[in-house]
């Protein structure tokens, strides 16, 4: 997707400004987190290895903290998200063409990132942005399905068969709305199957939130989603 391209092709460049650099020293001189830091680059290769999920998480919320005041804070959290972000794009097919998804779907995250409540919701950074963009994308799509369609060059009321993975996608959001209304699975279990199956978010990201580990994770999403296969049956 050209738009993830063009973004991480300006993130080469900006991660090693002497601008950027400077901006870190002077985040790192007033927070011990980011303080271990002489590059962006290194920043971001920490956060990426993942390691640890509880450091990383630090380090994301260290950059949420500041993001709604700090352009480059946004900007670098954006740019640690963009795999789950394309994981988004990729599913979303409703919004449009290719570049379409990703420009909405950057925007979208892009939005939740600057106006991240950081003082209400401190932890799991990473889970919580995209989580929030995936509400957010449900939300558009529900209004768009409501709209009558356009006449185009399907004809009127027609519109083109989606693929294998894209109706795949849509019966499992639908499934997991129809069980949030009537109250089958929790909000965390449905938190949980929609992060991993349609955010593309890794289960060593979840740690602190669902599990001990990244095996505890799976086992926990398994057992949500046999409840839900198992209720849907019924």
């Known amino acids: 997707m050209s738009t993830f391209a063009d973004l991480c092709r300006e993130w080469a460049s900006l991660a090693h400004s002497p601008a950027t650099t400077r901006d870190l020293a002077r985040w790192g001189s007033s927070d011990p987190i980011l303080g271990r830091f002489t590059t962006m680059a290194e920043l971001v290769t920490f956060v990426e290895r993942r390691g640890s999920p509880g450091a990383s998480d630090a380090v994301l919320a260290a950059l949420a903290r500041r993001a709604p005041d700090d352009q480059l804070a946004a900007r670098a959290l954006l740019q640690l998200l963009l795999p789950a972000l394309c994981g988004l794009a990729r599913r979303h097919r409703w919004i449009g063409d290719v570049d379409e998804r990703a420009q909405t779907v950057v925007a979208v995250a892009y ?72 109250g089958h699975l929790s909000p965390q279990a449905i938190r949980l199957i929609a992060l991993t199956r349609v955010a593309d978010v890794a289960p060593a990201q979840l740690v602190p939130e669902f599990g001990s580990d990244p095996s505890n994770v799976r086992r926990r999403r398994n057992r949500a989603e046999w409840h839900l296969r198992a209720v849907a049956a019924a």
């Open 111 to 182: 939005e939740r990132i600057r106006t991240y409540p950081f003082e209400r919701r401190p932890h799991r950074i990473a889970a919580n942005v995209v989580w929030d963009t995936t509400q957010r994308l449900l939300a558009e799509r529900e209004r768009h399905r409501r709209q009558p369609p356009l006449a185009g060059r399907e004809g009127p009321g027609e519109c083109v068969a989606p693929t294998p993975g894209e109706s795949a996608t849509e019966e499992l959001l639908e499934l997991l709305s129809w069980a949030r209304r009537h």
